[in-house]
């Protein structure tokens, strides 16, 4: 943020100048929708920023075609009324900023992916899709197959099968980027299509709007009428009485008329506490896949393609150094490479593995395991299992009972610096080889069982969100 320069306000589009094309790419791909955010604050209206590359010349702002450039945002039914020191005005505050030329250029952060310029103008503000999400930037592997075909019968046939669609697994795993994917290929496939991509906080937010309002009718006309409807994180709309109630509805309106409804959420409906039992059954009656953490193969091949995305290259040393790292997710595996190539940038030195072992030493990964107490996991464990820790460390062998009890072994020995004889201790006085058989058979059974994996990333994740709070 530091090097980057807001260089005019075209339309409704503000241009951020960015030294290169990483940084674009990055600033466009994880800050855009947070600094839309603050701009919209600013200037008391909607704007979408659009990160480029590019020095500030005397005319104001890097080259960029007007077909190129975000579409204008779509006005809201009542206008946010702009700052106070803008209304004496009758300016915006940025309306004073140079403003971009409108030639044909291109900027090196353009973003292509396969689509029209047409497309990539319409869609970000019409559907809410992200134009950098499409199948062509989506690694299928055996982690995530289930999910990725499933979703390509529906965006190739909406509302014939697989509906609704249920994608479940942890944070970083590639869900909602699957959601972007199918919008794009069913607009490629049918422009005509109407199609909405929201997060369930998105629609929580609409439906108390429509409520203090009293815009109900506007509210179900906008969601009731279109052919695909995706809401991404629906786990959050658990103990939302009204909303719950206004997605029975819709859910309904659009099923009954053939509509495709595509959901995601961290964890299978079942598992979801505080959702209604006919939500659950209506979740329960579609396709239920589920996303688990990429495998070495599958951490492999999206690193090659995140690298041709960035234009470097990285030798296949360097690329097998980062796919064994202990990376959990998507997210981690792109944050590790952007490490490396922040600190290539930074000290001007060349993407080869010693730079990469230094950038990724084990510092972060030791520093969560000294923040994580043998406490925390048990309590994870119990919560996610819902059973007592008397139960957990007590002396019945029944499955329901050991299962967990060999998964809190796993994950002390895992998340902890507790030795066996620490983990047993813990686990009420029982010996360091049993902690170890315990520790053994998780390992062997994650090969194979996809349940016990997603139950264990789970668990995971709930333990990091809980360092981090």
Known sequence: FGQTTLVGVDDDTAVISAPNAFSASTLQARYAPQVERVLGDIVGRDLRAFFTVGAVGTAGAPSMAREQRPAPIARAVVD??????SARSGEHPLSQRPRPRRDSGTPASAPGHGLSNKQ???????HGLNPRLTYDSYVVGSSNRLAHAASLAIAEHPGRQFNPLFVHGGVGLGKTHLLHAIGHRALENNPDLTLMYVTSETFTND????IRSQRMEDFRARYRLIDILMIDDIQFIAGKESTQEEFFHTFNALYQNGKQVVIS????????SALEDRMRSRFEGGLIADVQSPDYEMRTA?????????GISLGSDVIEYIAHKDQTNIREIEGALHKILMMAQLYKRPLNLQLAMEALTDA???????????ADVVEAVTGYYNMSKKDLIGRQRTREIVAPRQVAMYLLREETDG???????ELGGRDHTTVLHGIEKIERALET???????IMAIRESLLTGSNS
Request: proline content about 8%.
């Open 80 to 85: 946010q009324p702009p700052s106070s020191a």
């Open 120 to 126: 990539l103008a319409l869609q970000p503000t019409a």
């Open 207 to 210: 439906v108390i709007n429509a």
């Open 265 to 272: 959420s961290d964890k299978p409906p079942r598992a979801i």
């Open 302 to 310: 999206i690193l090659g393609q995140k690298a041709e995305e960035f």
């Open 364 to 374: 972060s990964i030791a520093g969560r395991r000294a923040r994580t107490t043998s």
């Open 419 to 425: 030795s066996l004889v620490d983990i047993g201790r």
């Open 449 to 455: 069982d996809t349940q016990l994996r997603s139950q």
